[in-house]
């Protein structure tokens, strides 16, 4: 198993193909993700988007990493977009 992030899509998830998260010698890969709120990745479901922040991956003494989300549940996802800046008054 090979844990890595920050490349933004968390994966593999349960929807996902397997076979696109495994190296061609058998190795699977699982990504956290990143923890940023970037709205260019979210698409139009953005609570149920792999790209949304808050994804880690869990470690038992036995089996594969579990990939999970601390964040669903938790907090509003409304509340995780950063807020919107006011206008620059000219000089």
């Not at 940023?36 to 698409?43: F, H, I």
């Amino acid at each position: 198993h090979v844990i890595f992030g920050h490349t933004h899509r968390a994966g593999r998830l349960p929807d996902d193909d397997g076979d696109d998260w495994r190296t061609p010698d058998g190795t699977t890969l699982t990504n956290t993700g990143c923890w940023v709120y970037e709205r260019t990745y979210l698409g139009h479901n953005a609570s149920a988007s792999p790209y949304r922040p808050g994804f880690c991956a869990m470690l038992e003494d036995d089996g594969p990493p579990v990939l999970s989300n601390l964040l669903d549940g938790v907090v509003p996802f409304e509340k995780l977009r950063p807020p919107t800046q006011p206008a620059r008054m000219g000089r």
